[in-house]
């Protein structure tokens, strides 16, 4: 079961429950931090004195607005969009922006909340933020994204800025739509203001090695957690879910290092391709026509499709989560380490349940969450922020080289903080911990602000 929480903070967390009703995700991101800040407030009272947990839980700012638009046929369409200022103590708010019919201020919150300690973690002067809308792109045209992206970018310009709110991706939120952000911000602003969102293309002030950067750093984190165990990736067998931009770079990586990757998924069923995902198929399924996993069989004799199905059942060495909250449960945990599973990555935020960590930390094996495990992808935009206010453009291996030193620093950090607090190698409890210092201490030093 779930562990219990510090009498300190169990206070907090029903504060929590009853100023941000119905939020459920929110409530089990603050949850899952809070089980692990107990021995942080005995080591330091002066937080609960300068109740700096309290303030972390409350957003700085959250803005809601309508977003009308017109369809192809000229129907007029409202969706709802959100930011959420989550916290500036370290830099201007950062965080990507989702595009999912599941995107209401619960999620947009738990996603924030998650970002202020990931971002803690890169070591970069990165605040906390993250927003998104209901607005869902599947079988849209360019040409309704566009507008969409326009009227969205109307409102939302007057919040953003290099100092003050830098934006990214997210689920369905790439190159395409940053491009129609950005050209939006710019016409209104009248500024050329490059560090204003990140991800963007290379020929206008994108970050070569963004695009990868996520799934790249899951896969260094990952190696890093086998190296502690004395082992690697070398011909590991593992499962991705999902087939966007996280999981298509963790495969990309994962094979270069040696592993083969049997299994992958979208929200309608998954693949497995014993014969190893072919990873240029896969691309140009997803990313250059925009197209569902199922195809990938139709194509490849080697392949299975499970409609409605997913990659946990499928026997492996390595999971790696890639899709989207709450996607692995205890039950799929169950199962993967009754089938030899010895270690996990979350490329995706929050993929596994709470009873499902438990599971895996129980069975002893590699667990990495993803407010480290995927702090790849932000870092690489702090990177695009740096390269954009020094007008210049770094090459591709230096990014990598630098994405790498920062997922290894990440990686050595959670390990020795897990350490610090009595709990070797459970990387839960470091990357929690040592994020939430990270922000306390700065929290502390600005005052009551
Ligand atoms: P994409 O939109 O590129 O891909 C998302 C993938 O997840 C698709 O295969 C999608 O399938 C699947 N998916 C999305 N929602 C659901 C759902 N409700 N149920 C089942 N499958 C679903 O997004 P990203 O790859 O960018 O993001 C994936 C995860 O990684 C998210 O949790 C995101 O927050 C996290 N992340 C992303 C970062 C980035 O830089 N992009 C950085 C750090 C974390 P379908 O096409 O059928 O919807
Ligand atoms: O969850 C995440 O870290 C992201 N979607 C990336 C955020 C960013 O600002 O690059």
Not at 215 to 235: P, W
Request: with cysteine; charged share 25%; aromatic share 8%.
């Amino acid at each position: 079961m779930v562990a219990g929480l510090d009498e300190k903070l169990e206070p907090i967390y029903q504060d929590v429950l009853r100023r941000n009703p119905g939020e459920t995700e929110f409530h089990q991101a603050v949850r899952e931090v809070l089980e692990t800040l107990g021995p942080v407030l005995v080591k330091f009272p002066e937080f609960a004195e300068q109740k700096i947990i309290q303030r972390i839980c409350e957003p700085e700012r959250q803005i809601i607005f309508r977003v009308p638009w017109q369809d192809d046929s000229g129907r007029v369409q409202i969706n709802r969009a959100f930011r959420v200022e989550f916290n500036s103590a370290l830099g201007p708010y950062k965080g990507g922006l989702r595009f999912h019919p599941s995107v209401y201020l619960g999620i947009v919150k738990f996603l924030g909340f998650e970002q202020i300690f990931k971002n803690a973690l890169t070591g970069l002067p990165i605040g906390g933020g993250k927003g998104g809308s209901d607005f869902d792109p599947k079988g849209k045209s360019d040409a309704e994204v566009m507008r969409f992206c326009q009227s969205l970018m109307t409102e939302l310009y007057r919040h953003l800025g290099e100092h003050t709110d830098v934006p990214a991706g997210d689920i369905g939120v790439g190159h395409r739509e940053i491009g129609y952000l950005f050209g939006q911000y710019k016409r209104i602003s009248n500024r050329y203001e490059s560090g204003v969102l990140t991800g963007k293309g290379l020929a206008w002030g994108g970050s070569r090695a963004r695009t990868e950067a996520t799934g790249y750093g899951t896969i260094f984190f990952l190696e890093e957690m086998l190296k502690v165990r004395g082992d690697s990736l070398e011909g590991k067998t593992c499962v991705v879910s999902g087939s966007g931009n996280v999981a298509i770079y963790a495969i990309e990586k994962a094979m270069a290092l040696g592993a083969r990757i049997i299994a992958c998924s979208d929200s309608n069923g998954a693949v497995i391709d014993q014969a190893g995902i072919d990873l240029d198929l896969l691309k140009q399924i997803k990313e250059v026509e925009r197209r569902r996993i199922r195809v990938y069989a139709e194509e490849k004799a080697s392949a299975t499709y499970l409609e409605g199905g997913s990659v946990w059942t499928v026997p492996c060495q390595v999971a790696l989560p890639c899709a989207t909250q709450n996607e692995l449960t205890a039950k799929d945990a169950e199962v993967l380490v009754k089938q030899g599973c010895i270690a996990v990555a979350e490329g995706a935020n929050m993929p596994t349940t709470p009873e499902g960590i438990q599971v895996f930390l129980d069975a002893g094996i590699a667990f990495g969450p993803g407010k480290a495990a995927n702090a790849g992808g932000v870092a690489t935009s702090a990177l695009e922020m740096q390269q954009n206010a020094s007008r210049d453009s770094w090459t591709f291996d230096y990014t990598e080289q630098r994405l790498r030193e920062i997922m290894t620093n990440i990686h050595r950090t959670c390990y020795e903080t897990s350490e610090e607090f009595c709990a070797r190698g459970n990387y839960v409890v470091g990357a929690n911990i040592a994020g939430f210092l990270r922000v306390g201490h700065a929290m502390a030093a600005l005052g009551l602000i």
